[in-house]
């Protein structure tokens, strides 16, 4: 029996208790319990992933689970195979079932699993408006929380990375270390790993540094709508048209969110803090190349400055109240 009374739900990087809890009843009336095989799967997406198998004393974990899946309990108390598992990624949603067999007696039960941030939080890397590299430690932290966004932890950055990100700009972290995500390693993107795939790792800075932020926003609660206008606007064209249609230009991070829920635009619109981007799932060669992303106009052709305010483009406006973000 899996004891719940719903859904659950935790952060992306953080760690989750699973309980299972046993009845075992011995084979016979002068027998003690025969010791119990205990599975545990996760099913998603119609495939089913064996995560572990115990018996007694001796847990088998499969290998893409190795420091990360664990039962508490078990080997001393083999009627609590709980299962922990830690640094949640998005690939962590679905149906996780318990199965314990008992000689010829066999019986599951099933939880569903959905954390609210596996499904919709998503870490981005943000720059200041004016340069690469321009934030102190608590400028970075207040430039997360100006943009409806905090400043993702370690852990997130690491999850982020095990589901496919990279980004070859060294980023504060909350912890006051210095990171970046690296898939394929290349000149300038090297760190500390000797040329192999991982999070480079700076190690905690002088909070004076400069460098770009990692941000981290989950759910926002709201929609964000991408209405076509009978022409491009200004930034404060922007905002009145936002404001004339009961809504507010979107943050960096509403956007964010809005993309990791599916939104895919490939006509650029201005954004709150004065940036102009465009979410896109399904990658093609004119909405910015081959990776999916929210992807960033610059002012320069090093990636810097943000668009002057009088240059017109689209609009994405923000609309709170809803659980559910759509477009239109």
């Known amino acids: 029996n899996i004891p719940h009374s719903g859904p659950v739900f935790a952060p992306l990087g953080s760690s989750i208790s699973i309980p299972c809890l046993l009845s075992l009843s011995p084979t016979s009336s002068s027998s003690a319990p025969l010791v119990p095989r205990v599975k545990w799967t996760m099913v998603s997406g119609g495939k089913e992933t064996h995560i572990l198998v115990a018996r007694g004393q001796r847990v088998k974990i499969n290998e893409d689970y190795r420091d990360r899946a664990a039962l508490l309990n078990y080997t001393s108390f083999p009627q609590d195979p709980t299962l922990v598992l830690g640094d949640l990624r998005h690939g962590d949603s679905g149906f996780y079932r318990c199965q314990v067999q008992q000689g010829l007696e066999d019986t599951s039960d099933m939880l569903t699993v959905c954390w609210v941030s596996v499904c919709s939080g998503v870490v981005f890397h943000y720059r200041d408006a004016s340069d690469r590299y321009a934030f102190s430690f608590q400028q970075a932290q207040r430039a997360c929380e100006a943009i409806g966004a905090q400043m993702a932890t370690p852990e997130q950055l690491l999850a982020a990375y095990h589901d496919g990100y990279e980004q070859c700009d060294a980023g ?77 230009l979107a943050t960096t991070a509403q956007l964010y969110a809005a993309w990791s829920q599916g939104l895919d635009r490939c006509s650029p619109g201005w954004l709150a803090d004065g940036s102009v981007r465009y979410p896109i799932r399904n990658p093609r060669e004119r909405c910015g190349g081959p990776q999916p992303g929210v992807k960033t106009l610059y002012r320069f052709s090093n990636q810097t400055g943000f668009p002057e305010p009088s240059s017109l483009h689209d609009v994405f406006c923000f609309r709170g109240g809803f659980r559910k973000t759509v477009s239109v």
């Open 172 to 248: 504060w972290l909350a912890d006051q270390s210095v990171r970046y995500p690296i898939q394929v390693p290349r000149e300038g993107c090297y760190g500390d790993m000797d040329g192999q795939p991982g999070v480079r790792n700076y190690g905690m800075m002088d909070p004076d540094s400069l460098y770009d932020v990692y941000c981290y926003t989950e759910e926002t609660g709201g929609e964000v709508l991408h209405d076509g206008v009978p022409q491009q606007l200004s930034f404060h064209e922007a905002q009145a048209f936002c404001r004339a249609a009961g809504a507010r």
